[in-house]
C-alpha cells in the first residue's frame, strides 16, 4: 500500500519537479506514463526512498517511510519494496538462484529455497536456476528480475521501464507476470514507462 | 552469502587473481626461505663453534681453517707437529686442547682421529656399543649409522681423501664400536676413531704408495694430484712424527683471547683462527646477498599489492552497477566495503599460505641438495617469528591494495547509476 503526499524535488534552482499525489491499494496496478525528462525516475526513486525529496512524504503500509532516520531507510526499503529495474542488473559472478537467495540476505532474511524454487516454477524459469545470469536471454533476465522483487514478500513493487527492452512478445509476457504476481502476492503494482504498449493494459494510470 | 559472492567474485577473476596470488607467494616464499634456511644454518653454524675458542692448524686460509676443522665442509690446510701442539697444550692459558687428524672418509662420510674429549664437546651421548679403546676401533655419528645401516661390530675399509670414490686402505680395517645418539652437531655426520687410527692407516698407505713408484714411474701426476687435493697427512712426511690436521683449543680465561693468537702466529709454524670472527665475516659476506634477494623479494610482494590494486579498481568500475544494486537491495555501504576488503585480503591470504608452502618445499629441496654436498640436513619447522611478521605484512599489503578501491563504495549514486543515466 502506497500513498504520496505532495511530494516535491529540485535538481538545483532550475529543475523543480512537483509531483502528483498518489495511491496504489495492494493487489492494484498503477500505471505512471511520461516522456523522457517529465522527471518519471525521479518519482521512482523518491517512492524507492532511493532520494529524499525535497518536500513531502512517502507512505508504505501505514509508515511515514521519508520520516525513518537515514540508517533504517536500507533495511526498510528491503523488507518493503521490490524493485523490478529496465536492465535487470545481476551479480554476473552468481549463478540465478544465489541472485535470488542474495535478496534475502541483505534484507536481513534467513535464505527461503523453497520460495526461490516457487517463484521461478510460476514464472517458467525452474531449468534456468543452476545457470550463470549472463547466459540468460533479455526476457529471462527479466522474469528473473520480477522474481527477486518478490523474494522478500515485499508490499509494493516499483518497476522502473520494465518491459522497454523487450521485444511485444515478452514485453506482453512481462507486464502480465509483473500483474499477476502482484496481485497473487498481495502487493501494491507501480509501473513507470514510457512505453505506449503498457497503456491499454493497466487502465489505472496517470501521465506526468 | 557474503563470502560466497567474495569467493565467486575471485573465481571469476580467476587469472587476475591467480596473478596476485603467484606473486605474493613468490615474495613471502623467497623471504620466508632465507630466513628459515639463514636461521638454521646459523644455529647449526653458532651450536658446533660452541666452546671453541680457538682452532690451530697449518698456515693458510683462516676461514678455511674453521670450516674445516668446526664444520668439517672445506679441506683442511694442511697438517702441524704433533710435538708443538703439546707445547701449546702446557700453556696455562689453555684449558682444553682437542686434537683433530683427518684424511680419510668411509662412503662420503669424514673418519676423524681424536680422543673423547672430542665427543664430549658436544656432549655425545652413545646409543649403543662403547667409545673407541684401541686403534682401528670407531665411534658412527646417528647420521652416518642410518644413512649408511652402520651396525655394531661392522667392518669397513676408509677411502683417502674426503670423496667416496678415492684411493681405499684395503689393509686395515675399522671396526664399529659405538654409535651415537643425535646431538644435532656436526659429529651427526662424523665417524671417529683415535688418533693412532689414522696414523696407522697411513702408514700403511705411505709405504704401499712409495711401492708404487718404484713399480710403475708413470705414477707421478697421480700421486702429486692426490697430495694436492686431499693435503693427506704425512704425504711429504719422511720422518715419523706424528701429525694432526687441527686442534680446537679452549681458553681457561678471555687472557687467552688476547695473547695466544698472536703468540701462535708470529712464533710458531702453526696458524691460529678464530670462529667467532671468522663465521661472523662468513654471514656478513652471505648477508649482503640475503638482503639483495630479500629487497627482490619484498619487491614481489609489492607487485603483488599492485595487482591486487588493479583487479579491484578495475572490479569496481565493471561492478558499479552490481554494487548499486546490492545498495538499493538493503546492503549497507559498509557491508559492501568489508566486501570488497575481504576481496584482497583473501587473495594476499592465500598468496601467503602458498608462498609458505613454496618456502617448506624449498626447504625439502635445500635440504637433499645439502645432504647430498655436505651431509647437512635442515629440518623442517613450524612457522618462525618472523614469518608471523610477514603474515602481517602480506595483510597489510593486501589491505592497502584493497582499501582505495574498497572506498569507491561510498561515491556510489544509486539511484543515478540505476537509471543508467
Known amino acids: 500500500m502506497l500513498e504520496t503526499h505532495s511530494l516535491e524535488f529540485h535538481y538545483g534552482e532550475s529543475a523543480r519537479f512537483v509531483f502528483p499525489d498518489v495511491r496504489c491499494a495492494p493487489g492494484n496496478t498503477l500505471l505512471i506514463l511520461g516522456n523522457s525528462g517529465s522527471g518519471k525516475t525521479t518519482f521512482l526513486n523518491l517512492m524507492a526512498l532511493l532520494l529524499p525529496p525535497a518536500r513531502g512524504e512517502v507512505r508504505i503500509n501505514g509508515t511515514s517511510a521519508t520520516g525513518l532516520p537515514l540508517h533504517e531507510l536500507p533495511g526498510f526499503r528491503a523488507r518493503n519494496i521490490g524493485l523490478v529495474f529496465q536492465k535487470p542488473y545481476f551479480v554476473n559472478a552468481l549463478n540465478v538462484r544465489d541472485n535470488l537467495l542474495m535478496a534475502n540476505y541483505f534484507a536481513g532474511n534467513p535464505p527461503d529455497k523453497s520460495r526461490v524454487n516457487h517463484l521461478a516454477e510460476s514464472l517458467g524459469f525452474f531449468g534456468l536456476l543452476d545457470k550463470r545470469v549472463t547466459e540468460l536471454s533479455g526476457g529471462e533476465q527479466q ?31 512481462v507486464a502480465e507476470l509483473l500483474e499477476s504476481q502482484a496481485k497473487e502476492n498481495g502487493a501494491a503494482l507501480v509501473i513507470v514507462t514510457h512505453d505506449q504498449r503498457l497503456k491499454s493494459r493497466f487502465p489505472y494510470q496517470i501521465t506526468l | 552469502m557474503l563470502l560466497k559472492i567474495v569467493w565467486k567474485n575471485i573465481m571469476d577473476k580467476r587469472l587476475n587473481s591467480i596473478l596476485a596470488v603467484l606473486l605474493m607467494a613468490f615474495g613471502i616464499g623467497i623471504i620466508s626461505l632465507l630466513i628459515t634456511v639463514g636461521k638454521q644454518l646459523q644455529d647449526k653454524f653458532a651450536k658446533n663453534i660452541s666452546g671453541v675458542d680457538m682452532v690451530v692448524g697449518a698456515k693458510g686460509s683462516p676461514l678455511q681453517l674453521i670450516l674445516s676443522g668446526v664444520y668439517q665442509i672445506d679441506s683442511p690446510t694442511g697438517n702441524i707437529a704433533l710435538s708443538e701442539l703439546n707445547m701449546l697444550r702446557s700453556n ?3 684449558k682444553e686442547l682437542i686434537p683433530l687428524s683427518m684424511g680419510d672418509n668411509y662412503k662420503g662420510y669424514r673418519i676423524v682421529g681424536s680422543n673423547e674429549k672430542y665427543l664430549q664437546h658436544f656432549k655425545a651421548e652413545l646409543k649403543e656399543g662403547r667409545v673407541f679403546e684401541q686403534p682401528m676401533e670407531v665411534v658412527v655419528g646417528a647420521t652416518v649409522a642410518r644413512n649408511l645401516d652402520l651396525k655394531l661390530n661392522d667392518t669397513f675399509v676408509s677411502s683417502h681423501g674426503f670423496e667416496a670414490d678415492g684411493h681405499s686402505h684395503d689393509d686395515q680395517v675399522y671396526k ?137 579498481f578495475n572490479a569496481l568500475k565493471e ?103
Open chain 1, 143 to 173: 522474469r528473473v528480475g520480477i522474481a527477486r522483487a518478490l523474494m522478500n514478500s515485499a508490499k509494493l513493487i516499483l518497476a522502473d521501464e520494465p518491459t522497454s527492452a523487450l521485444d511485444d512478445l515478452n514485453c506482453g509476457k
Open chain 2, 92 to 94: 696455562p692459558l689453555v
Open chain 2, 176 to 312: 664399529v664400536t659405538g654409535i651415537l645418539e643425535y646431538s644435532n652437531s656436526v659429529l651427526d655426520n662424523l665417524l671417529v676413531s683415535d688418533l693412532a687410527s689414522v696414523w696407522l692407516v697411513h702408514a700403511g698407505h705411505e709405504e704401499g704408495e712409495k711401492q708404487g713408484h718404484e713399480e710403475d714411474g708413470d705414477h707421478d701426476e697421480d700421486a702429486d694430484q692426490e697430495a694436492a687435493a686431499d693435503q693427506e697427512p704425512g704425504a711429504e712426511q719422511a720422518s715419523h712424527e706424528p701429525e694432526v690436521t687441527c686442534a680446537l683449543v679452549k681458553f681457561r680465561s678471555p687472557m687467552g683471547l688476547m695473547s695466544l693468537p698472536r703468540l701462535i702466529n708470529q712464533n710458531t709454524k702453526m696458524q691460529a683462527a678464530l670462529p667467532a670472527i671468522e663465521v661472523n665475516r662468513l654471514f656478513e659476506l652471505m648477508g649482503i646477498g640475503m638482503d639483495a634477494v630479500k629487497a627482490l623479494a619484498a619487491a614481489i610482494m609489492l607487485i603483488s599489492g599492485v595487482s591486487v590494486f588493479i583487479t579491484l
Open chain 2, 319 to 421: 561492478r558499479k552497477y552490481e554494487l548499486a544494486l546490492m545498495l538499493s537491495m538493503g546492503g549497507t555501504r559498509v557491508k559492501l566495503f568489508f566486501m570488497l576488503l575481504l576481496e584482497g585480503i583473501i587473495l594476499s591470504l592465500s598468496g601467503y599460505v602458498l608462498g609458505i608452502l613454496f618456502s617448506r618445499t624449498g626447504l625439502w629441496l635445500a635440504s637433499g641438495a645439502l645432504k647430498r654436498g655436505y651431509n647437512y640436513t635442515l629440518e623442517q619447522q613450524f612457522l618462525q617469528k618472523e614469518e608471523i611478521y610477514l603474515l602481517a605484512l602480506a595483510l597489510f599489503i593486501g589491505i592497502v591494495a584493497a582499501i582505495i578501491p574498497s572506498a569507491g563504495i561510498y561515491k556510489i549514486n544509486i539511484s543515478k547509476t540505476l537509471a543508467n543515466e
